[in-house]
Every structure is written in C-alpha cells, then in structure tokens.
C-alpha cells in the first residue's frame, strides 16, 4: 500500500467571488441535469422532471438542441411547448439554464441560404444533419441567430423561473476550420486591421521567403494545408489564421451575449461552455460572458490513466486543470456537462470504474465550481449518440450506475451544507505555495507549425508541469500575460516560444521583487511575429536565466540519452537545450552522455531578491522536471506536500476533499484533529475522502 503524506492545515488558492450575485454561497455547488423535452412523449415530461427533483437535482438545461422547433418556419416562432417544460421543470423545484440554438440551424434555413454553411479547406461544404455547421462569419447566419436570441429573449427574459442562459454548445467546429467565402472576406480584413498596411504583413509574415510578397490585402489567402503541396512559406500566417478564427468565435458569442442582455433580466445570467483543452478556438477571448463554463469527460480511450485501470478513471490532473484554466478569468466556473457514465464517441468507450463519477463530482466541488450539470438525463433511443449513457436508461425509469452516484453526490452535499461556514479561514502554509501557470495560445499554434520533432506536444508538455504541481499539493491559477503576478510566489512559464522585451522584462521584474520563476525549453525563442530575434541563439532571456543556450538536441524515439539531477539518472529523447551558465549560477542537472555529456541542463539563477530556473531538458516521464520543481519551492524556503501518483488534495470552502485516481489503495494521513465527513483515511480505487 503507498502511503499518502499529508501534513498539517492546508488553505485554498483563493475565496472564490460570486460573480453578480448569481450563485448562494451557502449551497456551495448546485447540480442540474440536460434534458430534451422535445425528443420525449410530452406525456412523460412529469415523469422525468419528478425523477429529477426525486434524485437531488436542482436545476435543468433545455433548448440547446431545439431551433427546428422554436422556429419551424422562418420568423415563426413557438414557445408554447418550451413553457410547458419550464412550468412542469419549476413545478419539481428545479431552476432552469436556457439555451440558444446556434449550434444547430434547421433545414429550412440550410435549403433557403446555404452559404451559412461551414467550407472545409478542400472546398467541400458542411451538410444538414449535423451540429456546429453554422459559419460564424455568415452575415445571414448572424442575422438569423440574432431573430431567433431576440425573440427567446424577450419570451423568457423576465421569467423568474429561468435561472440563466447558456449560448451555443462547445463553440467550435470541432477541429475544423471554416474556409467559406464570409471567412475569407473576413480574414482579409482583420489582417487588414492588424497591419494597416501590406508592407507590414510582408514584413510579419517573411514574404521575402520563397518570394511570398503582397502588394495588397485583396491578395491574400487563408494558408490552406492541402493545397500547400510543398510546405508553407510563412508559419506566422497559419498563427494569424488561428487567431482571427479565435476572434471569429469570441465575436459570434458576444453578438448573441449582447442581444440577450439588451431583453434579459440582470439577475439572469449567461455563459457558455467550452471544452477543457482548446486548441481551435481560445475561450479566454470571451470577456463579455459573465463567467466560462466547462465540458469534461474524462473517460473515452483517449487516456491511460495511472496504473491499469487509469483508462477507466482518467488522468489525475483533467478536473483540476479545466478548474484552474477557467476559474481564474472572472472568479467564478462551472462544468456545464461532467461525464455520466459510458460514452459513445471516443476511440472505445469503456466503462468507468465503479465510484469514479462521484470522485469526479468531488473533483469539481473542490475546484470552487458554483455549479455541476450533466448530458444528459435520459439515455437516448435515436441519433447519433444512442450509445451515450444518461442518469436513468432505455426504459427512462431506471437509474444507471451514474445517475446513483450523482444522487449520492448531492444528498452528501446537502449535508455538507450544513456545516458550511462563510469566509472560512485560509492556512497560510497552502497560500504560501500559491502558483501560476502562464498560458497563451500563440505558443501552441506556433509550435504546432513547426514542431522540430515529431515527438513534440505543446500541451501534453504544459499539462505535464501543471500535473506535477498538482502532485505536490499546490495551488494553481492558469493566467494569461496581463495577470499580476505579484500575487503568486512561484510562476511557471513552459515552452513560451514567443516573447517580447515587455514580458521579459516582467519576468525579470518579478524576480527582483521576490518571485520563484520557472523556464522550461522553448522559451525566449522568437518574438510575437514567429521570428527568431537577430541576436545569438535565445539571447532573449540569456541574461534572466543566467547562461547561454549553447545548442538544443532532438533524439528519435528508439535513442534514449540520460541527464543528472541530485545523483539520479533520467531518461529523455525529445527535446534538451545544452546549456552554457555564466559565473555565479548555479548548476542542477548535466548531461550524462552524447558528445555535450557533463554540459548543463538545468540552471538556477538568483535575480535580485528571486530566482529564475530553467529546466532544459524533457524527460521521458517528466520526474526529473517535477524534482526540480520541488527543489525550487524547497530552496525558496516554501513547504509542499507530496503526493502519491494519482492523488488529488484539494482545499475549498473549509473542506478537504483527496480523491485517488491511481490504480491501488493509498493511506491517506489526516491530522488528528481532523473531523472526517464522508470516506475514511484508507482510500481504495477512486476513493474520496472529505473532512475538516
């Protein structure tokens, strides 16, 4: 049996605000279930919403799905089946999250003005019968998805029974990007926009290179992968291309956040949920949400998990992550839909692991999520997801093994309730570790074009770091470049390619002021344009990190070199950066062979009244980097609390929550002053355990 650590009070990141008064600190977190009463007899609508109230659900989410029957014909509207729902739905105590159709444009509308059409790069146009095949950029489209948010709104806006508003479903087009003809004009203006003139976009983009140069906007196209037959002559188009698609997105939600306020009560709020990791379109853009809700499902053949059963119970650090990434933009996040049992579109949909749904819901609680909803209520009997397991099944009586859980989550919930205490003290030893991540798109995108190496992963590198600080018990904030760092003793910065002086110069700032910051490999390379600085390799940060960046190395998959840290041996094959450090800094790790063996690897340089260490190598498991990290909070005279692989220890609200993700039973040591609520210090596979 491992032994799990666990010393001393622990304090949570932050308080977590209540944006505009939405939410009711005494509950905590409510939880609600999607339901479609449109694909249901509606002489079953009681039924179901009794059920739900009979589980413990507190609110509903309709109408996401439903534009083909609140708007059967253009400019006809019906909502008369939709208050049936909201009646009965209010009638079993249950608030309501109303939802726009974006996602899902009706067939008259696709017959009428097929341009609104999403264009795949080959030219190939979306077809009806699917979702998020609506072009953002469409005039017509916004137009119409305007009428139909004008006139919902203006049906439900004062309805007290509506609790908030939910825009789209995981905006996006799924990987894809639209090449439609509105793209095209669109793109050409923003550029147009961001460069002024074309002598500046030949100059961000290198159109020197292979004789790429403009003589006017009308000329550009978007950078088109399949009929870039022989590579690509500029990456930072690609980058520009992904930023204005970001934008495309951002501005589509605003348009329809705007036309809902302008009907909708203040005390209503609206989000819309994104999907945890996001690579086609960066949710952080959508500042005039009131806050950013989340999907998550853990569990689909994507993962392995820690041990043997990891595939069933997901990777540790998921929840956590889409907690931290999320929360920290306007205080507040909620998951709008967490896993409910089985799926039926990963790469194999296994079972998840007896217990693991309710940790999931213990992961989120711990999070500071205000809220936990679920797709979906019942197991559908058409369409695309039939296989997709819901709280009750095929018969739409019976409780699945996940609506049983989510029933057991909330009645512990309402019982931890009652010992809630507002403003509940924050131990200064968990404070003290307080750390951010900093995150931009732009690096992943940018790398994503020319990764060097097959074997390279922006984000697997990035969720790596933030697994590793999650694994010793830190507390985490994933910000952007405008945050105040000030606030975080340790600031973690992975492979930030893309640089300018302005944000060095803050690194440095921060150091001198007292802050513990960490490089990685990758960083400091090029400026925001994508080019490398005309300067000696990585001079950037050569003088905040304390050495010169002599050369990188790239191994193939089968050659496994070896790099030194405190005695012990590492493996790594990806990516290192032989480093050269100047005098006074100290060294941590070297290379143990190649022709470089006994140059250095990682540095740790003190800056002023802090430290800035970097970390230039990739470990084949990422140990040695995690090592190094405890070393930094070590020597920067921060405590941590290291954790088993696989477990979870979060702090919210008074609570401690540790939940076991790995594949074998962990012993969790609580002090003994402790009141254990729900659980007991022996935590098996997906064990939760919650005390005070």
Not at 542 to 549: E, Q, V
């Amino acid at each position: 049996m491992k032994k799990l650590l666990f010393v001393g009070v622990l304090l949570a990141l932050t308080v977590f605000p209540k944006a505009q008064g939405f939410f009711n600190p005494e509950k905590m977190v409510e939880t609600g279930v999607y339901y479609y009463p449109e694909a249901w007899n509606p002489d079953q609508w009681d039924r179901d919403f009794k059920k739900m109230e009979d589980m413990g659900f507190e609110f509903t989410h309709m109408a996401e799905f439903a534009w083909a029957q609140m708007e059967p014909v253009e400019g006809q509207y019906d909502f008369k089946w939709l208050d049936k729902a909201v009646e009965l739905a209010a009638k079993h105590h249950l608030k309501v999250i109303m939802c726009t159709s974006s996602a899902t444009p009706p067939v008259w509308l696709i017959k009428k003005y097929p341009e609104v059409l999403v264009e795949l790069p080959t030219g190939q146009t979306a077809e009806h019968g699917t979702r998020q095949h609506g072009s953002w950029s469409n005039p017509k489209f916004r137009e119409l998805v305007t009428r139909l948010d004008a006139a919902q709104a203006k049906h439900y806006g004062n309805d007290k029974r509506i609790w908030g508003w939910q825009i789209d479903n995981e905006p996006s087009h799924y990987g894809t990007y639209d090449f439609s003809p509105a793209v095209q004009k669109n793109f050409k203006a923003w550029l147009q926009q961001k460069y002024k003139t074309i002598a500046a976009l030949n100059e961000a983009w290198g159109t020197a290179f292979w004789s790429g140069v403009y003589t006017d906007f009308s000329q550009v196209e978007i950078p088109n992968a399949p009929r870039l037959i022989s590579g690509v002559a500029s990456p930072i188009s690609i980058v520009d291309f992904k930023r204005f698609s970001a934008d495309e997105c951002a501005g589509f939600i605003s348009m329809q956040y705007n036309t809902l306020r302008e009907s909708i009560t203040k005390d209503q709020f609206v989000t819309s949920n994104f999907m945890h990791i996001h690579t086609d379109v960066d949710p952080w853009r959508n500042k005039d949400l009131d806050f950013i809700s989340y999907t998550m499902y853990p569990v689909a053949g994507y993962t392995a998990g820690v041990g043997d059963q990891g595939f069933r119970l997901g990777d540790p650090w998921r929840i956590s992550w889409a907690n931290d990434f999320f929360r920290p933009l306007k205080g507040v996040t909620g998951v709008m839909e967490l896993q409910p049992g089985q799926v039926n579109w990963g790469s194999y949909n296994p079972l998840p692991y007896p217990g693991v749904i309710r940790a999931w819901l213990w992961n989120a609680f711990a999070g500071g999520l205000d809220f936990i909803c679920s797709y979906r209520f019942r197991q559908p009997l058409y369409g695309g997801e039939q296989f997709h397991y819901g709280m009750v099944g095929t018969d739409g009586a019976t409780e699945l093994f996940g609506g049983q859980q989510y029933s057991e989550f909330m009645k512990e919930i309402r019982e931890l309730r009652k010992l809630y205490k507002p403003k509940a003290p924050m131990p200064a030893e968990y404070a003290a570790r307080k750390t951010a991540v900093l995150y931009n798109p732009d690096n992943i995108w940018e790398t994503e074009v020319q990764k060097q190496t097959y074997q390279w992963d922006e984000v697997g590198l990035i969720t790596r770091y933030y697994s590793n600080l999650k694994s010793l018990c830190v507390p985490v904030d994933i910000v952007g470049e405008d945050r105040d760092l000030s606030a975080y003793p340790v600031v973690v910065a992975p492979a930030y390619q893309m640089v300018d002086k302005a944000l060095v110069e803050k690194w440095r700032k921060y150091a001198e002021n007292g802050g513990h910051l960490v490089l990685t490999c990758r960083t400091g390379l090029k400026d925001r344009n994508g080019h490398f600085f005309e300067a000696p390799w990585g001079d950037a940060i050569a003088s905040l990190i304390g050495a010169k960046i002599a050369m990188y190395d790239e191994l193939s998959k089968e050659t496994k070199a070896t790099v030194t840290f405190n005695t012990k041996n590492y493996t790594w094959n990806v990516w290192g950066d032989i480093l050269e450090p100047y005098f006074g800094v100290e060294t941590w790790a070297t290379y143990a062979d190649q022709f470089y063996a006994g140059k250095a690897s990682v540095v740790h340089h003190r800056v002023g009244k802090g430290t800035v260490t970097y970390i230039g190598t990739v470990t084949t498991d990422g140990k040695m980097e995690k090592e190094v990290l405890k070393k930094v909070y070590d020597e920067s005279g921060i405590t941590t609390n290291e954790q088993p692989e696989g477990v979870m220890v979060n702090w919210r609200d008074g609570f401690w929550v540790a939940i076991n993700y790995s594949s074998s039973k962990v012993l969790v040591n609580i002090p003994a002053k402790s009141k254990i609520i729900f659980g007991t210090k022996e935590l098996g596979v997906a064990g939760v355990v919650v005390w005070q």
